[in-house]
């Protein structure tokens, strides 16, 4: 289904995934590395240091022009968090030149211009441009307030950062704002160099590409020293703590933010993964979910009510908008719902439909490079290998008894309340 060819060049995977689905082809560089306190603000930033100029094309209007140039390619930086690894992305989109009369060595242009951004970026004395990165500052700490401000999203950094205490991943991949004014173009500099010497690095090449010349190309223009590979560590899932933690946070808001962490104890890479999705599935991922129909339509408790998976972590986190005076009642039908998947109540057409709909969301997820390069990402952070064709016949061989196997495993371990100054919830309860 997915012809995935991968080639080391030097300390670079190369995946190689020639395709005639798609007008455009795209270039994606991924580089991971451990989340941690010292580094996390560091390497939020650097990316949008990288694409804000090259050496040829020292600013942000330089490297846009040459963007149009390229028949308006686009450039997109992006930073995530899988499981405890912090990954740094930055993306391509090309024309694909063939469509175009003249036929101009696009791709080569644009896996030169990647090759600029990652190893020739604009410097000022063998230090990054300090105007570049002070505007880069401020937009950063922009991004981070702007979790502060959206209270869903705030939420669900709370929930994790309670949750998860004194876990790396505890932190935000966009960094934390108290780090960012500390940060100097001589200090970022020297964290980039360090980030390209030790950083898992992979390149995907997506499109109407030969391997061969895809291989020739990046050998060309990637020339970093070999090093020798460290070994991964299988992905550790914390284990319940045991006693729910219960925190109620009070702000100025109309709608309370009730979320919900449990620990689930499978991860990507073990073999009730299938089950864990299923399980997911039917509880609250989907709109025909346990969650959606209980508490948001026949309750009428919530604006909205999902449940979401973190697959490298092991950690189901349950999300609703709630008025404040609902708290307990939401709780309640929540925790219903739970206790009916331990039960293994759900019927044989809750499953083939949670099937079918999770079949379709990796088939439409494959449908565009991005999304293919994020499924196919899954066997970087993990030791386990899955290819697309294991992952659709796995899911459809899952049995009731191993979603309830896996539903009996799932433990509470965090509940977060955000609410506003008065009343909705026991006081007696706040950690906050």
Not at 38 to 48: M, N
Not at 291 to 308: G, T
Not at 332 to 347: L, P, S, V
Not at 358 to 376: A, F, H, K, S, Y
Request: net charge negative.
């Amino acid at each position: 289904m997915v012809d995935e060819k991968v080639t080391a060049v030097g300390p670079v995977r190369v995946h190689t995934i020639p395709t005639d689905k798609y007008k455009t082809n795209t270039i994606v560089w991924k580089m991971k590395a451990p989340l941690a306190k010292e580094t996390v603000t560091l390497r939020a930033l650097l990316p949008h240091v990288l694409q804000s100029g090259t050496a040829d094309y020292p600013s942000v209007k330089a490297l846009r022009t040459h963007l149009d140039e390229l028949y308006g390619a686009t450039l997109q930086v992006d930073l995530s968090k899988k499981g405890e690894q912090h990954v740094v992305t930055i993306r391509i989109d090309v024309a694909n030149e063939r469509f175009l009369p003249e036929r101009p060595a696009l791709f080569d242009k644009a896996l030169q211009l990647l090759a600029d951004l990652l190893l020739r970026p604009a410097l000022d004395g063998g230090r990054f441009v300090p105007e570049i990165v002070e505007q880069e500052k401020r937009a950063l700490r922009q991004r981070i307030q702007a979790v502060y401000d959206d209270k869903m999203r705030y939420a669900n950094m709370r929930l994790v950062q309670e949750m998860c205490k004194g876990e790396p991943y505890a932190l935000s991949p966009n960094g934390e704002l108290e780090d960012v004014d500390a940060i100097t173009a001589e200090g970022l500099y020297r964290y980039y160099e360090q980030a390209l010497a030790d950083d898992e690095l992979d390149l995907y090449v997506i499109g109407d590409v030969e391997e061969e010349k895809v291989l020739a190309a990046v050998t060309n223009r990637f020339a970093l020293p070999t090093r020798s590979p460290s070994a991964q560590a299988p992905l550790a899932p914390a284990k319940a703590r045991g006693e729910v933690n219960e925190v109620i946070e009070r702000q100025d808001v109309k709608q309370g933010k009730l979320n919900m962490g449990y620990r689930t104890d499978v991860t990507y890479e073990d073999d009730d993964y299938y089950a864990l999705q299923l399980f997911n599935g039917i509880f609250g991922g989907f709109s025909h979910s346990k969650l959606f129909i209980n508490v948001r339509e026949k309750a009428s408790l919530a604006y909205y009510a999902a449940s979401r998976l973190e697959s490298h972590k092991g950690l189901l986190m349950v999300m609703s908008g709630i008025e404040p005076a609902h708290y307990e009642k939401a709780r309640r039908i929540i925790d219903e719902q739970m206790q009916a998947m331990k039960n293994g109540d759900f019927t044989d057409e809750e499953m083939a439909q949670t099937k079918a709909v999770i079949r379709n969301q990796l088939l439409e997820t494959l449908d565009t490079p991005r999304g293919l390069v994020e499924v196919l990402y899954h066997n970087v952070v993990s030791t386990r290998q899955r290819s697309i064709e294991e992952w659709l016949t796995g899911t459809d061989q899952v049995t009731r008894e191993d979603v309830v196997r896996v539903a009996g495993k799932v433990a509470l371990d965090t509940v977060y309340f955000l609410t506003g100054m008065e009343g909705g919830a026991d006081d007696g309860k706040t950690g906050v």
